[in-house]
């Protein structure tokens, strides 16, 4: 079965300083990962995802995040924190052997704040 | 790209009352859509994915007669809740995904449900 683990609640940081989100996940196979941002009363929205390739991901509004095979991770980093990043991030799994519909594993959620 | 539209945003309505939400994919063809609760401050939980043409699949542990999946086309997907109940107010959100086994799904800004 697939499963994602956010073992933080909420990551507090200052606007300038790097900001990391972590995420660790399990499957039976190879893993498609993703994140997401939540802002109030809103959906999720796409940040990046890694499939295959560098293990190093580049995604929307500066963040990137780091594939970690060995220590089946995939933390969520910035080099630069905005106080617009303040909001709820999710990690996401998926299988590459669910041939089926594909659904999606969801984390629990890290708030992140960033103070001015 | 890749845009979905959630309506309502927001419903308040009566005990007992059947409320119908709207998921559409505004610039692609959707053949799998998937619908979410969000209970405050957790994750999201898959209720049932949505597929054009064809029965929805529930998880386990939702009422299949109590959500009602219905994906006419491959740009509309709806959740109709009938006879709704104070424990129905949530959070839900609809995601569609492009065709091809990495793409990311794409969220709707989700429907806030309050029944009185």
């Known amino acids: 079965a697939q499963s994602v683990a956010q073992p933080e609640d909420q990551v507090n940081v200052a606007e300038g300083n790097p900001l990391t989100v972590k995420c660790t996940y399990s499957?039976?196979?190879?893993?498609?990962l993703f994140w997401y941002v939540q802002y109030p009363n809103r959906g999720l929205q796409f940040l990046l995802k890694y499939i295959t390739g560098d293990n190093l991901v580049k995604g929307s509004y500066g963040f990137e995040a780091e594939f970690n095979k060995s220590q089946t991770s995939f933390h969520l980093k910035k080099p630069s924190a905005l106080v617009s990043d303040s909001a709820l991030y999710f990690c996401?799994?998926?299988?590459?052997?669910?041939?089926?519909?594909?659904?999606?594993?969801f984390g629990t959620g890290t708030r992140l704040l960033v103070s001015p | 790209g890749a845009v979905v539209s959630q309506h309502p945003s927001w419903v308040i309505c009566k005990s007992g009352t059947s409320v119908k939400i709207e998921c559409r994919s505004l610039d692609f063809q959707a053949t799998t859509m998937f619908w979410y609760r969000q209970f405050p401050k957790q994750s999201l939980m898959l209720m049932a994915t949505?597929?054009?043409?064809?029965?929805?699949?529930?998880e386990q542990g939702v009422e299949k007669d109590k959500f009602l999946i219905n994906h006419a086309s491959l740009t509309l997907s709806t959740l109709t809740v009938t006879s709704a109940h104070p424990e129905d107010s949530s959070f839900y959100i609809c995601?569609?995904?492009?065709?091809?086994?990495?793409?990311?799904?794409?969220f709707g800004d989700g429907t806030r449900l309050s029944i009185l």
């Open positions: 996401a799994v998926r299988d590459k052997k669910n041939t089926g519909f594909q659904k999606l594993v």
């Open positions: 949505s597929n054009e043409g064809s029965k929805a699949t529930y």
């Open positions: 499957v039976s196979g190879n893993p498609y």
């Open positions: 995601s569609a995904r492009l065709s091809g086994s990495n793409q990311p799904q794409h």
